[in-house]
């Protein structure tokens, strides 16, 4: 019998009056890379914590690599990888000193052939005696991924691992990633960033310890009700302001130099906007009907109060 990476069913978890995690079900799948995403607050760490041993739940079943997380802990940690959200490795050891004593606590002994693949793999090999302390932002997340793979886990979690680290480094991870997941790993991670869940087999988004909605990236835009529009006006603030209010307007959501309109009706919706930016002195210097974006449907979602658990 073939059992799923993950497998949760009604997971609850408490700080004091706050419900990190609400009555959350959950399968993730072997072989898949899976994201948790949701504002700070959403139960995204908690939730991976939980699954990783580190917290108890105080209530709900939890399965993780076919083993109960109650009765048989340690059987997953052995098989587990995690990554955190902070560095956690020893600033004042070097690269080959970090793996190697990541690799005593997993109790591998033969671990030189595995450390040097990992090293050649993501262009370590050349500063492996450098202090962690001393390396960049990228290759500190670098570093932490080897020493995650050292044991050769068959689930990692990865709790925000680009946070903080340049675009090419970002670029360079993702990289390693998509090529972890064609080893038949499993490989399941938070992030902030919409546009890297959106390279994931699955999404899960997540707001206030509950499961909105869960589904491939491709089908969680098809929810967006109605026509994303992209402007760029000479007064962006203004605008943004102004459409608030305009009532064929159903949400409006500023990103940089732009503002995303989301119009249930485009043909009577936007000659409106037109007209009364206009009236208001704004010009409008481009616009165009966009697909609808991950972040489109979660701001949507999320003030529309929308939640679906099945």
């Given at each position: 019998?073939t059992?799923?990476a993950?497998?949760i069913d009604?997971?609850t978890?408490?700080f004091?009056?706050v ?6 079900d959950l399968?993730?799948?072997?072989g ?9 607050g959403a ?16 209530g ?12 048989e ?5 052995n098989?587990?990888?995690y990554l955190?959200?902070?560095?956690s490795?020893y ?5 080959d000193e970090?793996i190697e004593f990541f690799?005593?606590i997993?109790?591998?002994?033969d671990?030189?052939?595995?450390r040097?693949?990992?090293f ?6 050349p500063?492996r ?5 001393q390396?960049?932002?990228g290759?500190k997340q670098k ?5 995650t ?7 990692i979690f990865l709790?925000?691992?680009t946070?903080?680290?340049d675009?090419v ?5 993702w ?9 038949g ?5 938070t992030t902030?960033?919409l ?5 994931c087999?699955r999404?899960?988004l997540m ?5 909105m909605?869960?589904?491939q ?8 009700q109605g026509t ?5 006006c000479?007064n962006?603030?203004a605008?943004y302001k102004i459409?608030?209010e305009?009532e ?11 503002i ?9 919706g936007f000659?409106?906007v037109?007209s009364i ?9 481009s616009s165009r009907t966009v697909?609808?974006?991950l972040?489109?449907?979660?701001i ?9 658990t099945t």
């Amino acid at each position: 019998m073939t059992y799923p990476a993950i497998h949760i069913d009604n997971l609850t978890k408490s700080f004091g009056p706050v419900n990190a995690v609400d009555h959350l079900d959950l399968r993730i799948n072997r072989g898949e890379m899976f994201a948790l995403v949701g504002p700070d607050g959403a139960g995204k760490t908690t939730t991976i914590r939980i699954l990783c041993g580190i917290i108890p739940p105080d209530g709900g079943e939890v399965s993780v690599l076919g083993f109960d997380l109650r009765r048989e802990r340690q059987h997953i940690v052995n098989r587990i990888g995690y990554l955190s959200q902070r560095f956690s490795l020893y600033g004042d050891l070097s690269i080959d000193e970090n793996i190697e004593f990541f690799a005593e606590i997993h109790n591998v002994r033969d671990y030189k052939n595995r450390r040097d693949e990992l090293f050649d793999y993501m262009r370590l090999t050349p500063f492996r005696s450098r202090y962690a302390a001393q390396l960049s932002g990228g290759m500190k997340q670098k570093l932490a991924l080897a020493c995650t793979l050292i044991h050769k886990p068959e689930l990692i979690f990865l709790d925000e691992p680009t946070t903080g680290v340049d675009p090419v480094s970002r670029r360079d991870f993702w990289q390693i990633l998509s090529d972890l997941l064609k080893s038949g790993i499993t490989i399941v991670l938070t992030t902030p960033y919409l546009d890297e869940a959106e390279r994931c087999n699955r999404v899960g988004l997540m707001n206030n310890g509950t499961m909105m909605v869960v589904d491939q990236p491709k089908n969680i835009k098809k929810m967006m009700q109605g026509t994303v529009v992209e402007l760029i006006c000479d007064n962006i603030r203004a605008a943004y302001k102004i459409l608030k209010e305009v009532e064929k307007v159903k949400e409006v959501q500023a990103f940089g130099d732009r503002i995303n309109l989301i119009l249930e009706d485009y043909d009577s919706g936007f000659p409106k906007v037109e007209s009364i930016l206009k009236s208001r002195n704004i010009t409008i210097e481009s616009s165009r009907t966009v697909t609808p974006s991950l972040e489109n449907v979660f701001i949507s979602l999320m003030q529309e109060g929308k939640v679906d658990t099945t």
